[in-house]
């Protein structure tokens, strides 16, 4: 079972630069006045706010959690919004979070400095007549515990805090969720647990597939953000989860990570979630869960920046409120006629769409179109080449990548899933670590890119010339292992391809495989004499998701061929806009 695989390396006490001038422990109930300022470069708080600190919550098995509250100030019963992550509850006014802002270009006035890293801000919320509850989880900090990385224990222990804040005599029973990446995570597992009081999820960008998103995409053992977060989170007093050694156990598909997906068919809760193109963490995951969860009510928005300015960002949070009050205060403000789906195009020449409205994703007027691959001409065509013919590289060799190109004489949109359906062959190998990427040209042929932040600077561009890619976007990447290439026929549809990664199948001297590799989901137009170029590499062709993580190196020998025309027509299957 799941449990057995689990192994735990000790953790270590929160370090200074990830403390905060909330962080020591200091149970008992204050009063923030209105007008308090935690640190000079943080916003004052607009209203009086009463602050429960470090509260015992006990779960079902008897481990003590210690969690801070911060209320509106009186007696009127209140919702409570949630924070659930691993990162210290005072952690708002350290060095590391105020260092975040400054990689992505935010101001730290724009926050009071009392929320959670990548949480909603007590501020602001209790304005709103919301309690916001900062969790420090089994584990972390002062809590109990052995702490677990993304896994359904969480969603159990999340449930239990849920029921008791319910519980309290200044709440009025009605419980939601909110925060990016882990917090989203985080959301999935809860909701799946189905807590009575649970009533709304806001997960803003997060994976939901712990082998898929985070440690072996594609079946590559890329765990260098794994490192990061493991590594440089978790901090407590006892141990934590050592995924780094259970990925080295188990590469393959197994209960332990199993157990590290959510059941999408239990997440029945109203749900907004926010998703991006262009986060390489976050993208595949958020886009799966929304496929995915069962719930009858349920928005997407896609927006074209990147989370962290995106989820402060006032107008958007003043829409996440229209949501929260139709659900946790009963609010008619008429959030059920938003759209659905609300979508991004970019343009990454200065003239995105944002906020396009839809009743679905990919929207209704997409058909997935097959570009075909021509190794004659370099080109991707309509109709598939009659004459049969290789695209090679050698992987040790500049190049060591093959590309193709397709120019648009009329304006063009892509919304949705492209997916790459390539016949491939390793020369003087038995495996093939293949890497692709759908890239946008201008019409000179000049690759176009787009930073997703406000820090643009010097500094910036060093960082993101090759990797840090959640920073700026360069196009739909995907990648796929090809002895990992056994597809899950009960997740795969004709626009997402789901692998198995439950069995190796190398490859034969000679042998020619059919493969699928889904691409990221994309919103892109192009403009008359533009173009497409679709890449395909043994290198991994964007670099790290992070800034300062270690790369991935793709296991390649030999000589890469792809097979295209004839009986082998490899493709790129594209999502066309047709109106």
Known sequence: MSEDQQMFVPSHPLPGPRSGVLTAFDPGTRTLAAGFQVAPPFKPLPVDIVLDKDVAVQLRDGVTIHVDVFRPAGTEQVPVIVAWSPY????????????VFGLVGLDNSIVSGLEKFEAPDPAYWCAQGYAICNPDIRGVVDSEGDSVLWDRQEGRDCYDLIEWLAEQYWCTGKVGMSGTSYLAVSQWFTAAEQPPHLVAINPWEGVSDVYRDLVMRGGMPDTGFAHQLQDGSFFGR?????????????????????????????????????????????????????RRIASPDKWLRIHNTQEWPDYYDKTNVEDLRRFFDHYLKDADNGWEQTPRVRYSVLDLEGGDQVNLPAGTFPPGDVTSTKF??????????????????????????????????AR??????????????????????????LFVLVQKLDAHGTPLQAFTVPNQSARAHDLTDHGATILRYKGSDGRLRVSARHLDETLTTDDVPAHSFDRIEKLSPGEIVEI???????????????????????????????????????????????????????????PLRTR
């Not at 997906?261 to 979630?273: K, L």
């Open 88 to 99: 210290g509850k005072g952690q708002g006014t350290s060095v590391s979070v105020m260092g």
């Open 238 to 290: 006892n141990n934590k989860e050592d995924i780094l050694a259970e990925v080295e156990k188990y590469p393959l598909m197994t209960g332990l990570w199993q157990n590290k997906i959510p059941d999408f068919a239990r997440i029945t809760v109203p749900a907004y979630i926010v998703a991006s193109y262009s986060n390489t963490l976050h993208t595949a995951g958020t886009f799966r869960a929304w």
């Open 372 to 405: 075909y691959l021509d190794a004659r001409t370099r080109t991707l065509t309509g109709t598939a080449p009659a004459e049969a013919t290789e695209a090679t590289y050698a992987v040790q060799a500049n190049p060591d990548a093959v590309s193709f190109l």
């Open 408 to 433: 648009f004489d009329d304006e063009t949109v892509l919304v949705g899933y492209p997916k790459a359906h390539l016949f491939v062959e390793a020369r003087d190998a038995d495996d093939m670590d």
């Open 516 to 574: 699928e590799i889904d691409l990221f989901p994309v919103g892109l137009a192009f403009h008359p004499g533009e173009q497409l170029r679709f890449v395909v590499s043994s290198r991994n062709l964007l670099g790290t998701l992070m800034p300062g993580i270690r790369e991935y190196v793709g296991a390649n020998t030999g000589t890469h061929v792809v097979h295209t025309g004839g009986q082998h027509a490899s493709y790129l299957q594209l």
